[in-house]
């Protein structure tokens, strides 16, 4: 079953001098349970595409459904905070909080308290592969596979269901990739997640279940 849909997506702004089509009619369906890459050559509307999925920002036109509800009948706030998790190629973690503080960060929000959020940060942490130690250092001490780990878990601490990755692998060595790739396939295959990946990286995209490409804001037949 789809759980998430664009339904003929399009996306306009307008420039100084002109008026951009950053989106022509993107249709397509996204299951849980597999891992999904869209790729495109810079400016193919990718990154358009993802802010979207995100609920950063809404159609000009089509709509994208989350789990058979639009995102223009959702609170902005909510959907981001209860049904997507984004993953960033920046890792985006906040440097002054410790690992478990970053992964606790998020089911606070939610209204989780600090004890229970920390043991199921240890549990996250756990799950990406790190070990206990890990827990109360701080994003610096780490590598930059680590440190992608530590933002896996934290989106896992969302507990959406829905994975959406921007370049996940772009700042990380080949074996660091090739580990965060297997992380991802097996979230998807054994844990039922929809794992969307935005990216340049064609060996990643190729580990991927169904690929869509974009090109000039269309998708590639």
Known sequence: MATLVLRDVRYT??????????????SHSFESGK?????????SGKTTLLSLMAGLDQPTGGEVICNGVSTADISPELYRREKVAVIYQSFRLFPLLTVAENVMYPMELRGMKPKAARAKAAELVARVGLPESALDRYPTMLSGGEQQRVAIARALGMDT?????????????????????????????E????????THDMALAAKADTILELRDGAVKE
């Open 35 to 43: 891992v999904h890459a869209i790729v495109g050559r810079s400016g």
């Open 191 to 198: 844990e039922g997640y929809c794992v969307i990946i935005v």
């Open 161 to 189: 269901g829905i994975l959406l990755a921007d370049e996940p692998t772009g700042n990380l060595d080949t074996a660091n990739s090739e580990n965060i790739a297997e992380l991802l396939l097996r979230l998807a295959h």
């Open 13 to 26: 702004y307008k420039t100084q001098y002109q008026k951009v089509e950053a989106l022509k009619g993107i």
